[in-house]
Nanobody, 116 residues
Framework: QVQLVESGGCFVQRGGSLRLSCTAS????????MSWYRQAPGKERELVAS????????IYGDSVKGRFTISRDNAKNTVYLQMNGLKPEDTAVYYC?????????WGQGTQVTVSS
């Protein structure tokens, strides 16, 4: 059974840092583009960051550019999201996504709460 398991979410103060992890199982992780999305209460899910199969290409949402960094370790089947300079508006459930057409997998999410 394909699984994406996120971890690392917690409560943090404004300006703090967190690193989220997403570990994959039961599929060929190195063949999938990986992304982080987030969804705040009452808002649509939005792209935070994406990373290509080899890790050579990354894309970031405008609101996190310069603060967040996505990376991957294909040997560990894990994608990371390093979040620095956290703001209250970063409060959301963060989801991991794996895509390789036609496959499209999502994790269950991890809560990040940033105090004001």
């Amino acid at each position: 059974q394909v699984q994406l398991v996120e971890s690392g979410g917690c409560f943090v103060q404004r300006g703090g840092s967190l690193r989220l992890s997403c570990t994959a199982s039961e599929f060929s992780f190195r063949s999938y583009a990986m992304s982080w999305y987030r969804q705040a209460p009452g808002k649509e899910r939005e792209l935070v960051a994406s990373i290509a199969i080899t890790g050579g290409t990354t894309i970031y949402g405008d609101s996190v550019k310069g603060r967040f960094t996505i990376s991957r370790d294909n040997a560990k089947n894990t994608v990371y999201l390093q979040m620095n300079g956290l703001k209250p508006e970063d409060t959301a459930v963060y989801y991991c996504r794996a895509r390789s057409y036609p496959d499209d997998y999502w994790g269950q999410g991890t809560q990040v709460t940033v105090s004001s």
